[in-house]
């Protein structure tokens, strides 16, 4: 393997690491369960990780300056790491939102990330790893929060993404379907065939 | 410090919004065919719409496949086997008006045409002026709007300006103001097709473009040119795009691949329809109307056919004409459709001997392999018939 | 200040010179000595409870509960026999007796310190018992409570297992009867319900002295009473219906792909448990919780195939759906041909399955503001910006490289 590549991946894994501070328990049990599988991606992955403990003391994990790609991104959502932290699930499945009382306020948070951190303790699925880039590209991770039965962009009370990110995500899906990486279905539309045919040709049409 | 940044931020959406600009005005590779005279008289002749119609086929499950929908829910109910009866016709209605082919027209021009001119209105205003008729229920080339120039000319709209102002007033679902993204630039474009989403690119060409516009025209073409040569002809089967495909490749003589694919699935008669369709269009001198009546005699049209099949759950109740069924269902053929099989073989054969076929070869021996299997079918056949003791009508 | 000092001093002198006689290791003991104490008298187990009981009052008032509550700690876990502070050799204890031919004797062995920080660490671990996080997903209905959580399959049946199942607690209570000798006896009261999340499932109250045991038993007990339910297309019921037990009515109501459990949340768990996941159930009457479960298992039960509804009423059963543009598909035919003419009087599907009871619709009510003179102005002032969000998203959409 080159060696850029190694250098990215255990950078993956390190980010993994540090926001899996923010994920749930579960998640990491699993990681580590999985970690002792031993076939061969996963291994290089926790051969990252091994690397990743000197590093996570440098940078701070709740720091989101930095501008990932969106190829990196999408080679991340295919990589053994990310299947490690997420498994089969969608993103969000996992995600439970905190909130006093019997009932969730209507609306999420209006932003988890404030002056280029992390501003709260349970960011939503998409803020708190930041190897999940939402672009027009990255069809992978959109239709995760596509109903595949209506169609539309699932609502911010189901998948629990903040209010900006949310709308960051309709930006992307419209993008995406626009610019033809995500199909959909378009309405039928009927033609009246004297319209361009005229009257007389009714008869043959 | 903020000040700069923001200048800096209005400074990239200006190159981009200049990108933008690039882009819209860079159209797409134009198509190496297009129809060169006007093909309308051709395509609304009523054979050819017979025929077209026949090569589309219908498949029901193809036709109402599962869509996205706002409310998904299902509707169970209590029906009488004459509701059923008639509810089974109704859908095979909808699924032929489900499969309406798009017109085919010529590309229409854009030509000025001046109402008046009044020199005493030049510079009223700095901005032109447009006028829409909105009366309710007109169509959308009934439509007028005119417009008002700075220099006081008052003239019809071009045809960009009256589809802008119709899809202002009276949108439709889909359209969108703007050319979308997957149109316009050559690498998305080709991203789709690669990816073989034909159907869906069509689809959305339809809505977008109206018959006589040249994208609508240049899109089409690049997308069957693409077709006949990825060869992936079954995705358009049972849609409406299907007909207008037939109807390009065999205007601009290239049905060979469409054939081979034909007949590769067993779709003998629609191949002799395409064929006599390349025929009827080039004006060739030779006789098909026989073998067409001849087949029409053998085989039913594929609405026909749809229908039957619905119908077929009332049959299972009544178990009198149980072997001979069972045998038709395990052969998949009939002995119509054996005979239907050797009339159309005659023709195609006749056709591949003939000067028009360009791929000879491929033709031949996808023509020997179907015939091996047909016999073998038939021998099958036979042999059940006589185990049964069904006796041969 | 002198005199104090000498004062302290002579005491520690003849506290010394006590000593010297109470502790003579080299001279026999004259006086007599009574070594008792409460804390060599006294079982461990009593005098553990000397520090960490509560009182009689205090537990009425529910003290000793909680996080804060002390709890024993086993000072005999982590200690050996024959290891203790001096690290000694003793031949036949700890160690052989010989090693080869030479005899081992009595010795010192090096200093380890590891050991008895170990011990202590054992200990301090010990004694404040802290509950495992849970995964927001495994949480049950409310807090840290049972009702709602997975207490994992049922176990073992002689190297049987039932790794595809899982149990989920409804109902953990306190239960009182009265004994002729004992007076108020308690116990616990837990119904579970356990499935394989593929039609098969079955539920079971069990009462029991202790949490742990009544949890295990009707567990096992559950799985000892599996019903098989037939899904519709692996996912729902096949057709609205109605269901009662005593005073508790469900309605529950067959629904497309996609639609969710909407109902109680102890329906809810049992749909999760036997693989229902499109649901929406509707319950009038008493909402008690052992009849909600019998209801609906009763009603799951009672469902009929479309083919038997079909030849109940001699009547075709389609279902068309939208999302396949009203696509009919033929569910159930009746075996023998209905009479030629029409005059069967067809039926309404749903009043059917319903057995003729009608949903008791509520009409909304709409809230008290909307009459208000302020409510209207609100509405007017947001009137301008109703599209807003839209047209920033539309400009923000063609923004794009």
């Known amino acids: 393997m080159l060696p850029i590549v190694r250098v990215l991946y255990s950078g993956l894994a390190s980010a993994t690491r540090s926001s899996r501070g923010a994920l749930h328990t579960a998640s990491v049990v699993r990681c580590k369960a999985e970690a002792e599988a031993t076939d061969e991606k996963s291994s290089e992955a926790t051969e990252g990780e091994g690397d990743g403990d000197q590093v996570s003391s440098g940078p701070d994990p709740k720091d989101r300056t930095k501008n990932i790609p969106v190829e990196t991104s999408?080679?991340?959502?295919?990589?053994?790491?990310?299947?490690?932290?997420?498994?089969?699930?969608?993103?969000?499945?996992?995600?439970?939102?905190?909130?006093?009382?019997?009932?969730?306020?209507?609306?999420?948070?209006?932003?988890?990330?404030?002056?280029?951190?992390?501003?709260?303790?349970?960011?939503?699925?998409?803020?708190?790893?930041?190897?999940?880039?939402?672009?027009?590209?990255n069809t992978e991770l959109l239709e995760q929060f596509i109903s595949p039965h209506s169609g539309d962009v699932l609502s911010y009370s189901q998948t629990g993404l903040c209010q900006k990110t949310h709308f960051r995500l309709m930006v992307a899906v419209q993008q995406a379907r626009d610019s033809g990486f995500l199909t959909y279905d378009v309405p039928f539309r009927e033609y009246d065939y004297n319209e361009y045919y005229g009257q007389n040709e009714k008869q043959k049409a | 410090m903020h000040l700069l940044r923001q200048l800096?931020?209005?400074?990239?959406?200006?190159?981009?919004?200049?990108?933008?600009?690039?882009?819209?005005?860079?159209?797409?590779?134009?198509?190496?065919?297009?129809?060169?005279?006007?093909?309308?008289?051709?395509?609304?002749?009523?054979?050819?719409?017979?025929?077209?119609?026949?090569?589309?086929?219908l498949n029901l499950d193809r036709v109402f496949r599962k869509r996205t929908v706002p409310d998904n829910s299902v509707e169970t109910k209590f029906m009488t086997d004459e509701q059923l009866d008639s509810e089974f016709q109704q859908m095979v209605e909808r699924a032929k008006q489900r499969l309406q082919m798009p017109p085919i027209v010529t590309i229409k021009k854009d030509e000025e045409r001046i109402i008046a001119k009044d020199p005493a209105l030049k510079d009223f205003a700095s901005t032109k002026y447009v006028f829409t008729d909105i009366t309710f229920g007109l169509r959308q080339s009934e439509r007028k709007v005119v417009v008002r120039e700075t220099d006081g000319t008052l003239a019809y709209a071009t045809l960009e300006t009256t589809k802008r102002m119709n899809q202002l007033y009276f949108p439709l679902e889909g359209r969108q103001s703007y050319n979308p993204r997957m149109f316009l630039l050559e690498e998305l474009f080709a991203k789709c097709l690669a990816e073989h989403k034909y159907e869906f690119v069509l689809d959305r060409l339809l809505v977008q473009y109206e018959p006589h516009e040249p994208e609508f025209h240049n899109i089409s073409a690049r997308v069957f040119e693409h077709l006949n040569e990825s060869k992936q002809f079954d995705l358009l089967r049972s849609t409406r795009h299907f007909g207008p495909m037939a109807f390009f490749y065999a205007w601009h003589r290239c049905i060979d691949d469409l054939l081979y694919d034909m007949i590769r699935r067993d779709y003998l008669s629609n191949a002799v329809e395409l064929i006599a369709l390349s025929y009827k269009i080039h004006k060739v001198p030779v006789e098909y109307l026989p073998t067409l009546a001849q087949l029409d005699a053998l085989q039913i049209t594929p609405a026909q056919r749809a229908l039957a099949e619905l119908r077929s759950v009332f049959r299972n109740r009544e178990e009198n004409q149980g072997i001979e069924q069972e045998i038709h269902t395990a052969i998949g053929k009939t002995e119509q459709d054996f005979a239907a099989d050797e009339v159309s073989l005659k023709f195609i054969e006749q056709y591949i001997a003939s000067e028009h076929a360009l791929k000879k070869v491929q033709l031949e021996l996808a023509v020997q392999t179907l015939k091996e299997v047909n016999r073998e079918k038939l021998l099958l056949f036979q042999g059940l018939k006589k185990a049964h003791g069904v006796q041969a009508s | 200040m002198a005199r104090l000092?000498?004062?302290?001093?002579?005491?520690?002198?003849?506290?010394?010179?006590?000593?010297?006689?109470?502790?003579?290791?080299?001279?026999?003991?004259?006086?007599?000595?009574?070594?008792?104490?409460?804390?060599?008298?006294?079982?461990?187990?009593?005098?553990?409870?000397?520090?960490?009981?509560?009182?009689?009052?205090?537990?009425?008032?529910?003290?000793?509960?909680?996080?804060?509550?002390?709890?024993?700690?086993?000072?005999?876990?982590?200690?050996?026999?024959?290891?203790?502070?001096?690290?000694?050799?003793?031949?036949?204890?700890?160690?052989?007796?010989?090693?080869?031919?030479?005899?081992?004797?009595?010795?010192?062995?090096?200093?380890?310190?590891?050991?008895?920080?170990?011990?202590?660490?054992?200990?301090?671990?010990?004694?404040?018992?802290?509950?495992?996080?849970?995964?927001?997903?495994?949480?049950?209905?409310?807090?840290?409570?049972?009702?709602?959580?997975?207490?994992?399959?049922?176990?073992?049946?002689?190297?049987?297992?039932?790794?595809?199942?899982?149990?989920?607690?409804?109902?953990?209570?306190?239960?009182?009867?009265?004994?002729?000798?004992?007076?108020?006896?308690?116990?616990?009261?837990?119904?579970?319900?356990?499935?394989?999340?593929?039609?098969?499932?079955?539920?079971?109250?069990?009462?029991?002295?202790?949490?742990?045991?009544?949890?295990r038993m009707s567990k096992n007990r559950a799985a000892q009473k599996l019903i098989n339910i037939s899904l519709c297309e692996n996912r729902t019921i096949y057709h609205d219906f109605f269901t009662a037990f005593g005073k508790t009515k469900i309605y529950c109501f067959q629904k497309p792909d996609g639609y969710g459990l909407i109902c109680h949340r102890a329906i809810k768990t049992i749909c999760k448990v036997i693989g229902i996941k499109d649901l929406h159930a509707k319950i009038e009457g008493s909402t008690n919780l052992q009849h909600i479960v019998k209801a609906f298992f009763i009603g799951l039960m009672r469902q009929k195939s479309f083919q038997n509804i079909a030849t109940e009423t001699d009547l075709n059963i389609v279902q068309q759906q939208k999302s396949k543009i009203g696509y009919t598909e033929v569910k159930g035919i009746p075996l023998s041909k209905p009479a030629p003419f029409s005059n069967i009087q067809v039926i309404d599907y749903m009043h059917y399955t319903l057995g003729n009871k009608i949903v008791l619709k509520k009409k909304e009510v709409s809230p008290f503001y909307i009459y208000t003179k302020g409510h209207e102005l609100k509405q007017i002032k947001n009137e301008r910006f109703r599209n807003q969000i839209n047209v920033r998203l539309n400009k923000l959409v063609k923004l794009y490289v």
């Open chain 2, 8 to 57: 800096r931020q209005v400074n990239g959406l200006r190159s981009l919004r200049q990108a933008t600009r690039q882009v819209a005005t860079g159209p797409t590779k134009p198509a190496t065919l297009q129809y060169e005279r006007d093909p309308q008289p051709l395509f609304t002749d009523a054979e050819t719409q017979r025929l077209l119609q026949s090569m589309t086929q």
């Open chain 3, 5 to 215: 000092l000498f004062q302290t001093l002579s005491l520690s002198i003849l506290k010394n010179d006590k000593i010297w006689l109470v502790h003579p290791t080299h001279m026999l003991p004259y006086t007599s000595l009574r070594n008792t104490s409460f804390f060599n008298r006294l079982p461990a187990e009593d005098i553990w409870r000397g520090v960490t009981a509560v009182s009689n009052a205090g537990k009425k008032r529910g003290r000793g509960k909680g996080s804060g509550k002390k709890v024993a700690k086993d000072l005999n876990r982590g200690q050996t026999i024959g290891f203790g502070k001096k690290s000694c050799l003793w031949p036949g204890l700890n160690s052989p007796v010989f090693r080869g031919n030479e005899l081992i004797h009595q010795q010192k062995t090096v200093e380890g310190t590891d050991r008895e920080y170990g011990i202590n660490k054992l200990r301090d671990s010990m004694g404040n018992f802290r509950l495992m996080k849970l995964n927001p997903i495994d949480r049950g209905w409310s807090g840290s409570k049972m009702p709602g959580r997975s207490i994992g399959p049922p176990d073992t049946v002689s190297e049987e297992e039932f790794t595809s199942f899982d149990t989920r607690v409804l109902e953990n209570k306190i239960v009182f009867i009265m004994k002729g000798n004992m007076g108020r006896k308690r116990r616990y009261s837990v119904l579970s319900v356990t499935g394989n999340g593929n039609g098969l499932a079955g539920f079971a109250t069990v009462k029991a002295p202790e949490v742990r045991t009544a949890l």
């Open chain 1, 74 to 137: 999408m080679r991340y959502l295919k990589s053994a790491a990310y299947k490690q932290t997420y498994g089969e699930d969608f993103v969000w499945t996992q995600y439970r939102r905190n909130h006093k009382g019997m009932f969730a306020p209507r609306k999420t948070r209006k932003t988890c990330i404030r002056q280029g951190r992390i501003a709260t303790g349970n960011p939503c699925p998409i803020c708190r790893d930041e190897y999940l880039v939402l672009d027009y590209r």
